[in-house]
């Protein structure tokens, strides 16, 4: 038995699955899976797997839509804003509590040890002494 399939596929499957429920099956296309008047019988052509395949793809839609709201509900620019001032100000002052409390620590610089072997290797490579370090603030990106 061959099925033809509508090209109606390219519609908005919401549309398509209501148009479709809302006809007459067509017999032709029931009893032998072709009808002649393909695109413009006013019966319906829907199968009962083209019709599972609309009624996932609109469950499928109506989440998505739902999840879209959700997230717009979600963004509102002003909450969002005091939200992350307040994390962030929380967090400032965690770290102002513990930097004052404790001494800096220094980055612990090390030659590659594919460069241990060179004899007067260029200071670029050197770490930097450790005195020179101490002097200097470290303050954190971002």
Same mark, same amino acid.
């Given at each position: ?10 519609? *908005?499957?919401?549309?398509?699955? $209501? ?8 017999? *032709? ?6 009808? *002649?008047?393909?695109? *413009? ?14 009624? #996932? ?14 997230? $717009? ?5 002003? #909450? ?13 002052? $965690? ?9 800096? +620590? ?12 060179? $004899? ?5 490579? +050197? ?5 020179? +370090? ?9």
């Amino acid at each position: 038995m061959t099925v033809v399939v509508r090209s109606s596929h390219v519609r *908005n499957p919401e549309i398509e699955l $209501q148009d479709e429920l809302s006809k007459r099956p067509c017999k *032709n296309f029931l009893s032998t899976g072709v009808c *002649n008047f393909m695109e *413009n019988c006013k019966f319906s052509h829907l199968t009962t797997d083209r019709k599972a395949d609309l009624e #996932k793809l609109v469950k499928e839609k109506q989440k998505a839509r739902e999840r879209k709201s959700a997230d $717009q509900q979600d963004k509102d620019p002003e #909450k969002k804003l005091s939200e992350w001032l307040s994390k962030r100000s929380k967090t400032d002052d $965690q770290d102002l509590s513990t930097r004052s409390d404790e001494a800096p +620590l220094l980055p612990v610089y090390e030659i590659p040890p594919h460069v241990t072997h060179i $004899q007067n290797p260029p200071p670029s490579i +050197l770490p930097p002494p450790a005195d020179v +370090l101490r002097g200097l603030s470290f303050v954190d990106w971002g």
